[in-house]
């Protein structure tokens, strides 16, 4: 059974950082592309930052490119997201999405409960 | 970057009625790569169709997608009690990929 399970999540201030993690289990890790999509308190859902299988494509959103950083670690079958300068519209539930393949284009088939975020002073 | 408009905002529908939903690109998605995920309060969302039209793994055939180009539409032919939740979708075959903003299934 595919498992994504999101931990890191908090309440920061404005300008600071945070790192969240996704732990992945019930699949072979790095055969698959990964993603970041966050949602807003009562909001629709807003893709943030992508990374291929082996780790060497990503892409981010406008929003958060030059301050967000996506990685993964196929040791550990983990997923990161490097957050820093932090500003209160980044508050939301970011939940990590297997992607359907390894790399763009795929959809996304298994997704995390979610780690919340909230950035506030 | 591709903006999708979903209609409408909210359906209010009976259990046992059809619903349908759309999702207007405003310009045409890349290999018909438009997916529909449902999200109920609390939970992360799943995914339901991907490709336009083929339905996920476990997706009940209530469930079905159509559409091409900048016009897709999801439809549940049968209302069940626990279809009622929030659908999106989501367009994956130009970056940044991008989601619609949500129609709403209700109770009526």
């Known amino acids: 059974e595919v498992q994504l399970v999101e931990s890191g999540g908090g309440l920061v201030q404005p300008g600071g950082s945070l790192r969240l993690s996704c732990a992945a289990s019930?699949?072979?890790?790095?055969?698959?592309?990964m993603s970041w999509v966050r949602q807003a308190p009562g909001k629709g859902l807003e893709w943030v930052s992508a990374?291929?299988?082996?780790?060497?494509?990503?892409a981010y959103a406008e929003s958060v490119k030059g301050r967000f950083t996506i990685s993964r670690d196929k040791s550990k079958n983990t997923l990161y997201l490097q957050m820093n300068s932090l500003r209160a519209e980044d508050s939301a539930v970011y939940y990590c999405?297997?992607?359907?393949?390894?790399?763009?284009?795929?959809?996304?088939?298994?997704w995390g409960q979610g780690a919340l975020v909230t950035v506030s002073s | 970057e591709i903006v999708l408009t979903q209609s409408p905002g909210t359906l209010s529908l009976s259990p046992g009625e059809r619903a349908t939903l759309s999702c207007r690109a405003s310009?045409?998605?890349?290999?018909?790569?438009l997916a529909w995920y449902q999200q109920k309060p609390g939970q992360a969302p799943r995914l339901l169709i991907h490709?336009?039209?083929s339905r996920a793994t476990g997706i009940p055939d209530r469930f079905s997608g159509s559409g091409s180009g900048t016009d897709f539409t999801l439809t549940i032919s049968r209302l069940e009690p626990e279809d009622f939740a929030v659908y999106y979708c989501?367009?994956?075959?130009?970056?940044?990929?991008?989601f619609g903003q949500g129609t709403k299934v209700e109770i009526k």
């Open positions: 490709g336009a039209s």
């Open positions: 989501q367009q994956y075959g130009s970056s940044p990929r991008t």
């Open positions: 019930g699949y072979t890790f790095n055969t698959y592309g």
């Open positions: 990374i291929s299988d082996s780790g060497d494509g990503t």
């Open positions: 310009q045409s998605v890349t290999s018909s790569y």
């Open positions: 999405a297997r992607g359907s393949a390894p790399h763009f284009p795929n959809y996304f088939d298994y």
